[in-house]
């Protein structure tokens, strides 16, 4: 049942999703226990093709080796040209949210409606140019908007604060739309974003490169302290 997947993904809000990019992916079983121990509720996978951005990650085997391993729900981040003819491969190999770029496609509303028609739970990105006006009313067909703060591609950059306008803007709009940021997100930066209106903070360096702190359980303390400092559990934006 995909959509209780995605009421998961959802209900988990506020939550810390760590990034599956600079993860140990020689001990990918283990790396995803140890999150799972250190309270993760759901995994965000960076998939990337080398053209739609200049690098190249992972895509159907590895989302289906973590599938057998993992009962957290997965939410795929498919930073690729082509996010129509690899959703229903990637939705057959356990995937339970798939966010398509929209400066990857023609007609981001058709997309998001072929890629709800798998039954799957559908998000579509924006880069910090992007404009929201770039969503093309694509917002009221998709169950989640991800704000990226970082240029799509790589781990590790600086937050942009322009997402912190798009997220105020786009939480005005749509109060009960969910809202994911995706870049740069760390302790210092992750209060501004919750109070901007975003519910869930995804997050690869401030977890995987952190050699000040013992374990991802100290990681995700100490985000989620910062967002609970910032405006906790009530959804931000809602009268
Ligand atoms: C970048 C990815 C992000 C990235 C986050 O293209 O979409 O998920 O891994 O990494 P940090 O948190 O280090 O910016
Ligand atoms: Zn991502």
Redesign the pocket.
């Known amino acids: 049942m995909i959509r209780a997947a995605f009421d998961a993904i959802r209900d988990s809000a506020p939550a810390v999703l760590p990034?599956l990019?600079?993860c140990d992916f020689g001990d990918l079983k283990g790396e995803v226990a140890r999150l799972a121990e250190a309270g993760t509720r759901v995994l965000?996978l960076?998939v990337?093709d080398g053209h739609f951005?200049p690098n190249i990650t992972y895509a159907m085997p590895i989302v289906e080796g973590l599938r057998r391993h993992t009962d957290l729900p997965l939410d795929v981040?498919l930073?690729i040209s082509d996010p129509l003819t690899y959703a229903k491969p990637m939705v057959e190999v356990g995937a339970d949210l798939l966010t398509f770029h929209v400066e990857a496609v023609q007609d981001p509303v058709e997309t998001a409606q072929r890629i709800g028609e798998l039954g799957v739970a559908v998000g579509v990105a924006l880069n910090p140019k992007t404009p929201l006006e770039k969503l093309a009313g694509c917002e009221s067909h998709v169950d989640m908007v991800l704000v990226?703060s970082?240029e799509?591609?790589?781990?590790?950059?600086q937050f942009a604060p322009v997402s912190l306008e798009k997220l105020r803007a786009l939480k005005d709009k749509h109060p009960d739309l969910l809202l994911e940021g995706?870049?740069?997100?760390?302790a210092n930066t992750i209060g501004p974003a919750r109070q901007a209106g975003c519910d869930l903070f995804?997050?690869?360096?401030?977890i995987f490169?952190r050699d000040d702190l013992d374990d991802y359980g100290e990681a995700m303390e100490e985000l989620t302290a910062a967002i609970n400092a910032a405006g906790g559990k009530e959804r931000m934006g809602q009268s």
């Open positions: 990034s990019l600079l965000h960076d990337m951005v981040h930073m990226m970082v799509a591609g790589v781990g590790g950059q995706d870049g740069g997100i760390n995804v997050v690869g360096s401030a490169r």
